[in-house]
C-alpha cells in the first residue's frame, strides 16, 4: 500500500501526526489547567533581561530577552509569591508596578502563569499551525499520486 509513495512523504506524514498527538496533549493540558486555575491580581516588580550571542549572517549578534518577576498573593496565604513570566523581546511590553492577572492552581501556587490569552495558549498553537502545515503537505502529495 505504501509502495507507491516517498519516503520524504512518508516521514512528513508520520511528522504532521506526531506534532498532532503532541498539540492534542498540549491543549488538553491548558484547557485542564485553565479550567482548575484560579485568577488574582498580580503586579510586575522587576524586569530581568536575558542576553545571547547568536550568529547570525556570519556575524556574532547580541540578542536580548526580557521577562516580568510577577509577584502576586495567594488566595489562601499571606504570603507573597513571585515568578518569572514568559519572556519577550521588547522592553517595554511590561513595566514596573502594572498590574498583571495571574491564574494558578489551588494547590500549587508555584504553576502560576501570566493569565493572557497568548501566553496561555501559544504551544498549542504553534505546534498545531505546524501539524496541520505537514499534514496539508501530505495530503497534497498524496493528491499528485
Do not use: C
Not at 547568536?54 to 507573597?80: D, G, H, L, M
Not at 519577550?88 to 502563569?113: E, F, G, M
Not at 498545531?128 to 493528491?143: A, D, N, T
Amino acid at each position: 500500500m505504501f509502495s507507491s509513495f516517498s519516503p520524504e512523504l512518508l516521514a512528513i506524514g508520520a511528522l504532521g501526526i506526531v506534532l498532532g498527538l503532541y498539540t492534542l496533549a498540549t491543549y488538553l493540558r491548558t484547557r485542564n489547567f485553565v479550567a482548575h486555575s484560579i485568577q488574582v491580581h498580580g503586579t510586575v516588580v522587576d524586569i530581568v533581561e536575558r542576553s545571547s550571542l547568536t550568529n547570525a549572517e556570519q556575524r556574532e549578534t547580541r540578542v536580548s530577552r526580557f521577562s516580568p518577576v510577577i509577584e502576586f498573593t495567594p488566595r489562601a496565604s499571606k504570603k507573597a509569591i513571585r515568578f518569572l513570566g514568559d519572556s519577550t523581546s521588547h522592553a517595554n511590553v511590561y513595566t514596573k508596578k502594572q498590574p498583571i492577572a495571574v491564574r494558578y492552581l489551588p494547590n500549587d501556587p508555584a504553576t502560576a502563569r501570566i493569565d493572557q490569552f497568548l501566553i496561555l495558549w501559544k504551544k498549542p498553537l504553534i505546534v498545531g499551525v505546524g501539524s496541520l502545515l505537514l499534514i496539508g503537505v501530505l495530503l497534497f502529495g498524496l493528491s499528485q499520486t
